[in-house]
């Protein structure tokens, strides 16, 4: 079951930008006001900005005050490329560190930033982490590494994974930098059918104060129980209300 989203009641605006020779195409929600903190939501590998958790979570963030970019990675949604051949990790990486850059410029102040990552998006959000240096961050059933998915998927008769979890360019693991990450909200499913919720708890305890881990009871990947979508959107929107009122950013970080 999807994530109920009413139609939006504020300013949507179009943005694309180039990254590695690619036009990345986004979507910014933006509430009322001049200024304003700002979330950059990174998708999972099969999904785009246009996800329901995405625009449920614009919508809720935009009614507080927080503008919220939906971001289409490359070989995904509107954004150039294909899937098979762009997709890896870094190149991800670079498009979250890219957007960040362009709404520095479109929006002509250091705003206070977060971001949203689901699944891939998660871990990209991840790997960003210490050249963005986000105010707040919230990752939802992202994955550590990508050889863990692939032995689990290998042991296990019905287990399976896309194929590009097996190329050479897709292989990743975030283990030695887990402890550099902070102000993060851990959420997973206890019954996550792709990403074990051992992953969660290794993000966990390797990161440093602040931090919450959200554990939803029966929980699977695509966050399928309406309880648990509720839960979500609660808990995102209480841990990225501290985007009002932390310090303003100084010029020149991005």
Known sequence: MPLISTPSTFEQHKLS???????????LHRPPGGEFPVVVGSHGLF??????????????????????LRLDHRGCGHSEGEFDTVT?????????????????????????????????????????ASELNPDRMVTLAAPVDSRSLLARAQA??????????????????????????????????EADEV??????????GASHDPKRLLINPGGDHRVTNPRHQEIF?????????????????KTGSC
């Open 88 to 128: 890896t990790l870094d190149g991800r990486v670079r498009d979250l560190i890219e957007a960040v850059r362009t709404l520095k410029h479109v929006l002509g102040y250091p705003f206070r930033l977060g971001l949203f990552g689901s699944s891939l998006g998660g871990t990209t959000c991840m790997a960003a």
């Open 233 to 249: 959107i609660e808990a995102c929107r209480n841990w990225f209300q501290t985007l009002l009122t932390a310090p303003t950013r």
């Open 47 to 68: 999904s785009n900005g246009n996800s329901p958790k995405q625009t449920a979570l614009a919508e809720t963030l935009n009614a507080m005050g927080i503008a919220y």
């Open 17 to 27: 930008f180039p990254c590695d020779g690619l036009r990345i195409d986004a979507v």
């Open 156 to 189: 296990n008769p019905a287990g399976t994974l896309p194929p590009v979890f097996a190329t050479d360019a897709f292989q990743f693991d975030l283990a030695g930098r887990l402890e550099n990450l902070g102000n993060l909200l851990v959420i997973h499913g």
């Open 195 to 204: 990403v074990p919720v051992e992953h969660a708890r290794k993000i966990y």
